[in-house]
């Protein structure tokens, strides 16, 4: 693709540097991992990032963790993302039925610099913690912008978080201002959440004023929350304009959480500059947005993906956020959104992709999809046959970019390159200036072998630390315990011959049956294909000293699970994996628990069929089907 900006990206380079890498992306990555200070400066100036980097690139990129980035370097991320200020929408906001917003790069900008105005006003100073309980809404995004533009420190979760959920993650942080809507709409009814954001402030002493954003009333009545203000009320200054706080590269910007299913979230810290260069690099050379796309991505606002989403910005792209069921409209609502949106670039779980398959529409049968270049797959594995299906039910030629990162590095290790062909099955690639590879128990490097995935060279988005973690002893146990100065991600994959990458689930959740290490995404890909089945999930439960592989399944509506199903199952696994793959034991739930960003809570359903309690179950969407999976005769036999 010579008009990728990734081509003229590297075209670019080769004028500067002289190296020619004759269009060959595994020699561009190379070259970035070799010369990450001229690579991360290179993206700098290509992707315009807005401040001064100073005189030094990186002091030690072999330092990891502790390798400062830019350490001379200003600049501001809402400054950054607010660059153009014209009449180009800039968020286009809708729902499950057919209201829709639109707010311009222009509006935003005075949006946020009123609100910006009134937070300075009210004593918010470079450093302070705001919160967000919030839907994936224009307000969201504003208060983000504004926080950030003073130097403040933003973190959100989304409005169906229990009030333990959210005062596990905020009570960390200690706000001292707390965004919330009045309520939601979920699947068709109203959600209130102003009662739970009154319980969190009265649980959190310091967070002294509560703006409230009117989502299912003109007037919400929040009269009962002490030191409450509307949204209205904090807009309504005169005109001014926006002034943004210069920051230090290394500043915090976001606190993002752990998933929490397993014990109180740990406060994962991302500085400003990382965020934006990292954001950058990502949406321009591997996704190549720019200012004529049109970027959706359904999530919450307690997922990092809504972080990512909202950094589009700084590509001056029409990012669309929608708040609601992906399956309203009788499973419609998100492809009905491509034709009327025009969207070009469509980002959704993988879990989404399947479930959609499943419900047997056919998107490129009902839908024009004219617009649509790029479909982004993320949150687990997207399966081989997930490949074949999208360019099969969407289109044929798509940019099909399964992504994979998390929340730990607010970003990506490896995904989507739109200069290469795209490998059913596979991640395309490790990410520029990403040093990913695979290391096996030994903590050698691997290819065509299965082991965990590392990362062997410090890079700018690497989190700052954990708060409330003074020695960064907590920080250092959670991803650098196993090998000293290795970036352990805490996912299972292999290394393909194409230079892709496999994942094949979270280390933590391997199955181990007999010593024989199992991804759990490999068991999931062979019952996916059984129409039968609606949803699954599998773990390994302790038994005569070894461990079994135990799969639970949710069938269609009227199914049972008898043995000719069973035996389907089973065989459909052994078929195409091995006979270890085998579950010993196959059981029909009717619900399947999953964190708030829709990923399986494997570790939860562990540990209550070992009788173990999960602490955290405000961490779920759906706390009540672990129920489902305590005392179960089956699991005793």
């Not at 912008?145 to 959210?166: I, K």
């Not at 720019?290 to 972080?307: A, I, K, L």
């Not at 199952?569 to 078929?575: H, K, L, Q, W």
Request: glycine residues 10%; negative net charge; aromatic residues 10%.
């Amino acid at each position: 693709m010579s008009s990728a900006q990734l081509t003229i990206f590297a075209e670019r380079v080769r004028a500067k540097t002289g190296l020619d890498f004759k269009g060959d992306y595994f020699s561009l990555h190379q070259w970035s991992i070799d010369e990450p200070a001229l690579f991360w400066q290179a993206v700098w100036e290509f992707t315009d990032v807005r401040g001064e980097p100073g005189e030094r690139i990186c002091d030690d990129p072999q330092r990891l963790p502790g390798c400062r980035w830019f350490p001379e370097g200003a600049l501001n991320y809402a400054e950054n993302l607010l660059r153009f200020d014209d009449d180009h929408e800039a968020l286009v906001e809708i729902d499950e039925a057919e209201s829709r917003r639109v707010l311009t790069y222009r509006q935003l900008r005075d949006q946020v610099a009123l609100l910006a105005l009134w937070m300075t006003e009210a004593g918010v100073v470079p450093g302070d913690r705001v919160a967000g309980f919030m839907p994936n809404c224009i307000e969201t995004v504003v208060a983000m912008l504004a926080t950030t533009s003073l130097g403040a420190v933003w973190s959100s979760c989304s409005p169906d978080f229990g009030t333990q959920g959210a005062v596990d993650r905020f009570g960390q942080i200690t706000p001292r201002l707390l965004f919330t809507a009045d309520g939601y709409h979920y699947n068709g009814k109203a959600c209130d959440s102003l009662a739970r954001a009154g319980d969190i402030a009265r649980a959190i002493p310091e967070i002294e004023r509560v703006i409230v954003v009117p989502r299912l009333s003109d007037a919400p009545d929040f009269a009962t929350i002490r030191d409450a203000v509307s949204w209205h009320a904090c807009l309504n200054g005169e005109p001014t304009p926006l002034r943004c706080v210069p920051c230090r590269f290394n500043d915090p910007l976001f606190i993002l959480y752990s998933s929490g299913t397993t014990g109180v979230p740990k406060c994962i810290v991302h500085g400003v500059g990382g965020t934006l260069i990292q954001h950058a690099k990502e949406h321009a050379l591997h996704v190549d947005i720019g200012r004529d796309d049109r970027f959706f991505y359904f999530t919450t606002c307690g997922w990092m993906m809504w972080n990512w989403l909202v950094s589009g910005l700084a590509r001056g792209a029409t990012l669309i956020l929608y708040d609601g069921s992906p399956f309203a409209r009788e499973g419609r609502r998100l492809i009905d959104a491509i034709d009327e949106e025009q969207i070009s670039v469509f980002g959704v779980g993988a879990k989404y992709l399947g479930a959609l398959e499943k419900s047997g529409l056919v998107p490129a049968e009902s839908h024009q999809l004219t617009s649509l270049r790029t479909l982004l797959s993320t949150g687990s594995p997207l399966p081989h046959e997930g490949f074949e299906w999208v360019y099969r039910a969407f289109k044929s030629d798509l940019h099909l970019a399964s992504i994979s990162g998390g929340t730990d590095i607010v970003s990506c290790f490896v995904g989507g390159v739109p200069t290469l062909p795209v490998y059913a099955g596979q991640l395309q690639a490790s990410g520029l200036g990403m040093a990913s590879a695979i290391w096996n128990e030994a903590g050698e490097p691997v290819v065509r072998e299965k082991g965990e995935l590392v990362c062997t060279q410090a890079f700018p988005s690497c989190p700052i630390g954990f708060w409330r973690d003074p020695d960064g002893s907590k920080f250092q146990r959670a991803y650098f315990e196993r090998w000293p100065g290795i970036w352990a991600h805490g996912d299972y994959g292999e290394i393909t011959p194409e230079g892709g990458f496999i994942i094949h689930g979270r280390s933590d959740a391997i199955l181990n049956p007999g010593g024989v290490r199992i991804g759990t995404a490999e068991i999931y890909r062979q019952v996916e294909r059984v129409t039968e089945v609606l949803d699954s999930v599998v773990v390994g439960q302790d038994w005569q000293d070894d461990v079994r592989v135990v799969l639970f399944v949710v069938l269609r509506e009227g199914l049972q699970l008898d043995q000719r199903l069973t035996d389907k199952i089973s065989t459909e696994i052994r078929a195409n994996t091995t006979p270890r793959h085998v579950p010993a034991k196959i059981i029909q739930v009717t619900d399947i628990p999953r964190t708030i960003s829709g990923k399986i809570a494997e570790l939860a359903v562990r540990k209550i069929i070992h009788g173990e309690q999960v602490a955290n179950q405000d961490a779920l969407a759906n706390p009540e089907a672990l129920g489902l999976f305590s005392g179960l005769p089956a699991l005793s036999q």
